[in-house]
Structure formats: structure tokens, C-alpha cells
């Protein structure tokens, strides 16, 4: 009787935590499941989105893309822009984080200060960087030209135009993985650093023997999420520099998002959509099994 009673609760437990789930799940299912598997099917088409015509395309799209000039610069360009900001933007937020680790009068100050660049949406940040970058009367080439350096053109010189959107967004995301780092500094115990202390290791020994092997799983999470966000990068092009100059700064997603909408190709955008998925899956799971660690503390 006992053991019935309990298998009673356990599948009205189970009910309810699916019914709890279910709203949930639902979510998921409309919003994200449902439109991956529709641009699935659609990047199999050749698929105009004004007239929602479509006819098959098996695997054109993809064999096209493979060879198409305009996209496989768009990804070279977001591997660059990939390949500059992970490692910049790790060190610095690791390094900031170092900074306002310890207590001292002012440091919440300093928390807010590097923070407050993440609360700011995108949008308003490429804006105002928009501003600054101006050629004519940009803050930036101002200041430049009052201590006698020559200006710069991040807007329209196409050497340089993705450095000015590389600063962009270091510079806005680099609060949140101090924060990030930080959380991962204060759950390494004080002992270790005291033992290693005792054995005689300085600074710079204790940092490489101790900081960093038990920020290991920290730093995987940090690189893995960012390189999945310098790879899909969209908001700071499009507001900025639109692509140019001379498509200089044309990341993938910003084809994607011209050739879905403004040659109205959904078939062609959604199968190029589908290669930067498998190209970041497969990046994420190598990330994945770098930093993967044993290490408990």
C-alpha cells in the first residue's frame, strides 16, 4: 500500500512539473523550433518573399553559396572581426576584473563605471560611435587634430572601418564578461593563494598557476559566447558603415539580411543562415572540448 501511494505522488509530481513546463515549452516550440524547421524546408526552395512563390532548389542554394564571392568575403570579414575582438575583448574584461577584484574606497564606482556600457542598447551605442567617428565633426578626429595627430575616417577609409566597429564593441560588451570574470575570481578560495604565497610564488606565478587553470571553465564560457556574438554581428554594421565602404565591413549576417531583404532570396538567405549555424556549432563544440576541465575547487 505504501509503495502504491508513493507511485501515485511520483506521477502527480511529474504531472505538474510538465504542466509547470508546458507554457514554456509551447514558447519554444512557436517561436523557435517551428521557424528553424520552416527555414530549413525554405533554404531547399528558391523562395521570393513578395510574391511567396517557390519552386525547388535541392541543393543549389548551398552549392551556390560555396561559391559565391559576396559570401565568402562576408564570412571572412566576420572571421576577422571573430579572430580580433575574442581575444582583445577576454583580456581586457579578465583584466578589469583583476582590477576591481579587491575592496578598496571607490571600487563600486569603477564596477558601475565599466558596467554601465551594457545597459545601453546597441542601437544607441552604434549611434552615438556614428557620431564620434564623423570625419568632419566627429569628437574623435577632433581631439586628434587638438594634439596635432592626422584623423582618422572609421566610416568611409575601408583599411580601417572594421577596427572602428571592433572598438564599438569591445567596448560595450567588455563590462559584462568583467562581471563574468569577476564571479569566476571570488569563487577561487583565498588558501590557494596563500599556500602558493608560502612556496614562494609571486604575483605573476601565483596569476599563471592559479588564477588561470581554476578560470578555465570561466574563460570557456567567456569565449565561446563571444565568439558566437562576433560571428553573428549585425546592429553596429548596419547602423555604422550599412557594409561599406566597398563592403569592407559586410559580415554574414548582414548579407543574409540583404539578400532576405532587399533582393527579397528568402531560399538563398535562409541556406547561408544555415551555413553560419553549422560553422558556429561546429566552432562552439572545439571551444567546448578546449576548455572542458576536471578541475574542482
Not at 513546463?21 to 524547421?37: G, N, R, S
Not at 546592429?235 to 561599406?244: N, Q
Request: charged share 10%; glycine share 6%.
Amino acid at each position: 500500500m505504501k509503495g502504491y501511494k508513493s507511485g501515485l505522488y511520483d506521477k502527480q509530481e511529474t504531472r505538474a512539473a510538465f504542466l509547470f513546463i508546458l507554457p514554456a515549452l509551447a514558447l519554444l516550440l512557436l517561436f523557435i523550433f517551428y521557424p528553424m524547421t520552416r527555414a530549413l524546408l525554405i533554404s531547399f526552395q528558391n523562395y521570393n518573399l513578395i510574391s511567396a512563390h517557390s519552386t525547388p532548389a535541392g541543393l543549389d542554394n548551398y552549392r551556390d553559396l560555396l561559391s559565391d564571392s559576396t559570401f565568402l568575403a562576408s564570412l571572412g570579414h566576420s572571421f576577422y572581426f571573430a579572430a580580433v575582438v575574442i581575444p582583445l575583448q577576454t583580456v581586457i574584461a579578465l583584466g578589469l576584473a583583476l582590477l576591481v577584484r579587491k575592496s578598496f574606497r571607490g571600487v563600486g564606482i569603477f564596477r558601475t563605471i565599466y558596467f554601465l556600457p551594457v545597459v545601453v542598447s546597441f542601437a544607441i551605442a552604434s549611434t552615438i560611435f556614428k557620431l564620434i567617428y564623423n570625419k568632419d565633426y566627429g569628437m574623435l578626429n577632433i581631439i586628434l587634430k587638438g594634439i596635432g595627430l592626422p584623423t582618422l575616417d572609421f566610416l568611409s577609409n575601408p583599411d580601417i572601418s572594421m577596427i572602428g566597429i571592433i572598438i564599438l564593441c569591445i567596448w560595450k560588451a567588455m563590462g559584462f564578461f568583467m562581471i563574468v570574470f569577476l564571479a569566476g575570481l571570488n569563487n577561487i578560495p583565498d588558501s590557494l593563494y596563500e599556500a602558493a604565497h608560502m612556496d614562494g610564488a609571486g604575483p605573476f606565478q601565483q596569476f599563471v598557476t592559479v588564477t588561470l587553470p581554476l578560470l578555465k571553465r570561466t574563460m570557456g564560457f567567456v569565449v565561446v559566447i563571444t565568439t558566437m556574438d562576433a560571428l553573428k554581428i549585425f546592429v553596429p554594421v548596419y547602423i555604422t558603415t550599412s557594409g561599406g565602404p566597398a563592403q569592407s565591413t559586410s559580415t554574414v549576417v548582414h548579407y543574409i539580411y540583404e539578400t532576405a531583404f532587399k533582393q527579397m532570396n528568402m531560399g538563398y538567405a535562409s541556406a547561408a543562415a544555415f551555413i553560419l549555424f553549422a560553422i558556429v556549432l561546429v566552432i562552439s563544440v572545439i571551444q567546448l572540448r578546449v576548455f572542458r576541465t576536471d578541475v574542482e575547487y
